[in-house]
């Protein structure tokens, strides 16, 4: 393997290892809940998610679940995105 590439594959497993150097400013996903599947989108730091709850309450468990598992590589406004009013240790 050339020099230049090894270096590049450790740079790369150095930044693995630093999520927090990655912020989202916008993606889709979709995610296998427990009786569909949805599609959740983070969008100016605003997310949205095509359930019913999500529709009725501005979250729900699938966006709250996206927000601590990518809390390292969200924006503040990202990771307290939500119209309801929580402490934020509770999506935290």
Not at 56 to 76: E, F, K, N, S, V
Request: charged fraction near 25%.
């Amino acid at each position: 393997m050339h020099s230049d590439l090894i270096g590049k594959v450790e740079k790369a497993r150095r930044y693995a290892e630093e999520p927090e150097r990655v912020k989202f400013s916008q993606f889709k996903a979709h995610f296998n809940g427990g009786n569909s599947q949805h599609e959740i989108e983070l969008k100016d730091n605003h997310w949205t998610c095509t359930c019913s709850f999500s529709r009725t309450w501005g979250t729900c468990a699938h966006i709250m679940a996206m927000q601590r598992i990518l809390t390292p590589m969200l924006t503040p406004e990202a990771i307290h995105d939500t119209d309801l009013k929580l402490d934020a240790a509770a999506v935290l």
